[in-house]
């Protein structure tokens, strides 16, 4: 096991929970270790006390076989992180949660603007939805993969949110910044304030031309 990556989702996982970003044993996170096999949290584990033994090797290009030192059961919702490593190669961090305004959004029928400010323009611009499956189920994985080239970001309607990015750090700041601006919509909207979007041109202008990184590119 490559001690940097289970240590990047240890300090993401520990990060999650201190921030408002998961709770209880509620949530599960992986990354990808090589082509086709990624590192996943195991069942029931607490993600803000996360060690080497709380992870499961797991390989989908062998039937979706898994391994663990410690003799662990992967997360149940292996078919939704696999859905996202098999459809996203470019795709190198998986992370699952309950955040509470995000959450809220999701057992909603709101759309949540991503031309507000720049770390919306850039970790938001593409949000889509995922109808309910139950949890771990095979149904759920299939539903994401539909909608895994289409966004970055998956409300998953009455259970929770997905993002997924390129590492374990950018998925973080995209979980963060999700519900930081869900918490605004629902703040401003109860308040009674109008939010005003940037312009289309000014938002293709800074996804094009702002030198972050190259852009992202999404099926339709």
């Known amino acids: 096991m490559e001690a940097s990556v289970w240590q990047q989702l240890q300090e993401a996982g520990r990060y999650m929970l201190n921030n408002g970003l998961a709770w209880g044993n509620a949530g599960n996170i992986?990354?990808?270790?090589k082509a086709d096999h990624y590192l996943i949290t195991a069942s029931g584990t607490d993600l803000g006390e996360l060690s080497e033994g709380d992870f499961v090797e797991c390989s989908f290009s062998e039937g979706g076989s898994s391994s663990s030192a410690a003799g662990k059961k992967p997360s149940k919702e292996v078919p939704m992180h696999q859905a996202i490593y098999e459809s996203r190669p470019d795709v190198g961090a998986v992370l699952h949660a309950s955040p509470f305004y995000s959450t809220m959004l999701a057992c909603s029928t709101e759309h949540l603007p991503s031309e507000w400010f720049v770390e919306t323009m850039y970790y938001l611009e593409r949000i889509e939805r995922v109808p309910y499956f139950h949890p771990?189920?095979?149904?759920?994985g299939d539903a994401v993969r539909e909608k895994?080239?289409?966004a970055n970001v998956l409300f998953l309607e009455n259970h929770g949110v997905l993002v997924y990015d390129k590492n374990v750090k950018e998925a973080r700041m995209a979980m963060q910044t999700l519900e930081?601006?869900?918490q605004m919509y629902v703040m401003a909207k109860s308040s009674g304030i109008s939010l005003r979007k940037l312009p289309e041109d000014v938002v293709q202008s800074f996804l094009n031309e702002s030198g972050y990184r190259p852009r992202r590119r999404f099926s339709d």
């Open 180 to 182: 930081m601006a869900c």
């Open 148 to 150: 895994a080239c289409k």
């Open 136 to 140: 771990g189920s095979r149904e759920l």
């Open 30 to 33: 992986s990354a990808r270790t």
